[in-house]
């Protein structure tokens, strides 16, 4: 069912690869609720992925840029507001990659490069979009910018490696930019912090289907699912969102509030060396 809650408004969305991608789900949504879209990831995903699948199903342009690129952002603002005919309402940044987590090396053997890669792409780029929409002025009044982060910014999951310090930054500028954007232009800036969800950039986490089940246990409601993240999405680009700037907000079940579960401790054997969900991974 659609309310059309976003008839009218234009926007990006980054970062759909496949149709595991939050951003897959979060663009058919949009879609469906009226909103009009350019697609965006880089040259690379783009030909391997399939984002070009998607732009046909929701009649939408892609246009490549590499979120570390000023140049590429520039261009795809100015783009993506010539094709759909005025300033944007919406924008949703779904991008993340560490090298040291593909790598599954250990937080205390870290490659640098690969450390600052990976604040780069997952965290400075929010601030390089928004840096280059303000000064484009690419993004009309009360327009909403979305970000997703993940729990691993405020505690330690082991294996989530650099992840955790680009959440962490990522979050600090959703703030930082979130107050600089609302007081000058109105426009608000919040993260989405999601569940573990099974995607190409989850499954590439060292151990994910063990705290993918252990999120499960320990939520309330259980793990959010990619749809259901793409429908509160939809919630944070409507009108009825129209002052919530500058937040994290958990959307994972409850888990983020949980201490203990009772299903986590009804499976808790002492003694036992596997917890919840043993696939024999690392
Ligand atoms: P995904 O692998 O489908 O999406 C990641 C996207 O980032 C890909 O489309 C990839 O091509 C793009 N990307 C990587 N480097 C880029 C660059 N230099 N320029 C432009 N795009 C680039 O995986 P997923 O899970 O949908 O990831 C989306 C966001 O959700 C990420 O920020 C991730 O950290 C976050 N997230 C994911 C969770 C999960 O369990 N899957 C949980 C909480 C947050």
Redesign the pocket.
């Known amino acids: 069912m659609s309310n059309q809650l976003l008839k009218g408004k234009r926007g990006i969305i980054?970062?759909?690869?496949?149709e595991?991608?939050?951003?897959w789900d979060a663009a058919k949504e949009v879609k469906k609720e009226g909103g009009s879209f350019v697609l965006s990831?880089?040259a690379l995903?783009i030909r391997f992925g399939k984002v070009n699948q998607l732009s046909e199903e929701c009649n939408s342009k892609v246009i490549a840029?590499?979120?570390?690129s000023i140049d590429d952002l520039s261009n795809l603002l100015n783009q993506a507001m010539e094709i759909l005919g005025g300033k944007l309402d919406f924008i949703l940044h779904?991008?993340?990659?560490s090298r040291n987590v593909v790598k599954k090396r250990e937080y205390y053997d870290l490659d640098y490069n690969d450390f600052i890669e990976a604040l780069d792409?997952?965290a400075l780029s929010l601030h390089k979009l928004l840096q280059s929409a303000m000064k484009l002025d690419a993004l009309n009044e009360y327009a909403s910018v979305v970000t997703?982060?993940?729990i691993g910014a405020q505690r330690v999951f082991f294996t989530y490696s650099d992840?955790s310090q680009a959440k962490a930054m990522l979050e600090s500028i959703v703030r930082s930019f979130g107050y600089h954007y609302g007081s000058q232009k109105k426009v608000r800036i919040n993260s989405v912090s999601?569940s573990?969800?099974r995607?190409?950039?989850?499954k590439g986490i060292r151990g994910f289907d063990s705290f993918y089940h252990f999120a499960d246990k320990m939520s309330p409601l259980g793990n959010a699912s990619s749809n259901d993240c793409a429908k509160f999405i939809i919630t944070l680009f409507s009108d009825y969102t129209r002052m919530v700037t500058m937040q994290t907000i958990y959307h994972d079940g409850g888990f983020s509030s949980t201490g203990i579960s009772k299903e986590v401790l009804s499976n808790y054997r002492p003694g036992c060396t596997c917890f919840v969900h043993d696939q024999g991974e690392e």
């Open positions: 980054f970062g759909a690869l496949n595991s991608s939050l951003a990831n880089t995903a840029a590499d979120v570390t779904s991008v993340g990659m792409i997952s997703l982060s993940y992840m999601q573990p969800t995607t190409t950039a989850g």
